[in-house]
């Protein structure tokens, strides 16, 4: 049982507690292993990676590149793919171009490491590159490395406006996140 649980704990988000979970209700519930089968053959034979922006595709389909009513003049770059799911799931209509990481020098995760080769082949001076990347430390290093970067090749870079959260209270908002939205604030 220890190897089981230390290889599904390689999957991630599981842990070793919710490892030993799963294998107690698989025991308990022999039904779940063929539905769990399925849905594995179904991850296998119907999602993989697109060439293009690093987003799933389903049934070689990909819900940016393929769909023709988005704009392609605007890509908008994210760490993840789990980022490329809330923005999908945003009214943002342009293209994404996922990164699989941002650049974390503690880990020896440099710009050679993600996908950013794949990124500065498709931009030029007609796209604009919008950088909707982590505000922690790694994702200012990484929207700061594509902006120098980009400089030259795109004429528009723009970053996502941060400010208080639907339902903050001022009271508990820090002094820099308050700064950012008295800075990016917008006409009513």
Known sequence: MDKIVEE??????????SAEKIIFDLIINKDKID?????????????????????????????????ENRNRNIICVVST???????????????????????NLNKNIGPEKLKMTELFVRINKDIEMLLALNLTFEGEVTSNYIANKAKGICEKISRIARGI?????????????LNDAILNRKKL
């Open 8 to 17: 599904l704990k390689k999957i991630d988000g599981v842990t070793k507690k």
């Open 35 to 67: 539905i769990l089968e399925n849905i594995l053959k179904d991850i296998k034979n119907i999602f993989n990676e697109c060439e293009t922006c690093f987003y799933f595709k389903e049934n070689n389909l990909c819900t940016f590149c393929d769909n």
């Open 81 to 103: 793919k789990m980022d490329a799911i809330k923005i999908a799931e945003s009214n943002y209509n342009g293209m994404i171009h996922v990164l699989n990481g941002e650049i």
């Open 165 to 177: 959260p639907l339902g903050g209270v001022l009271d508990y908002i820090d002094q820099e996140t």
